[in-house]
């Protein structure tokens, strides 16, 4: 852990146990990536970036209190429930939002997405 990410989550350390746990499962399941921690959010790139966390800024009802915001893009919009929000910005290319409030909620689905948004990273 740098101590960039510690300061990222300097204003909601609660969320830092489920960034650790979330990191630590990227590292395992994707090779050679790099991590950077910026302003707002800390990306994940492998020759792109492939997936974010955020904090949430702007907190819409029904939101939980400590969470982190998981994005990632994939070429094609996925229809879950856990989807809080998907957008097309260009063509072919969907961005995804997810809310996670709890270790137990990166799972085999949510890290499958993550395996696959950077597997289509890779094809950029």
């Known amino acids: 852990m740098?101590?960039?990410?510690?300061?990222?989550?300097?204003k909601m350390p609660q969320a830092l146990p489920?960034?650790?746990?979330?990191?630590?499962r990227i590292l395992k399941e994707c090779a050679y990536i790099e991590i950077q921690v910026k302003k707002t959010q800390i990306s994940f790139?492998?020759?792109?970036?492939?997936?974010?966390?955020?904090?949430?800024?702007?907190?819409r009802k029904g939101w939980?209190?400590?969470?982190?915001?998981?994005t990632f893009g994939l070429s094609h919009r996925l229809e879950s429930p856990r989807i809080m929000q998907a957008v097309?910005?260009?063509?072919n290319r969907w961005t995804h939002h997810v809310i996670v409030e709890d270790v137990d909620e990166i799972d085999q689905e949510l890290m499958g997405w993550i395996r696959?948004?950077?597997?289509?990273?890779?094809?950029?």
């Not at 489920?18 to 630590?24: G, T």
């Not at 792109?48 to 702007?58: C, E, T």
């Open 2 to 10: 740098t101590a960039d990410t510690l300061l990222f989550f300097d």
């Open 88 to 91: 097309e910005p260009y063509p």
């Open 116 to 124: 696959e948004a950077y597997e289509f990273a890779l094809l950029k």
């Open 64 to 70: 939980p209190e400590i969470c982190i915001i998981v």
């Open 18 to 24: 489920i960034y650790q746990a979330f990191e630590e």
């Open 45 to 59: 790139k492998n020759k792109y970036n492939f997936a974010f966390v955020s904090l949430p800024v702007r907190r």
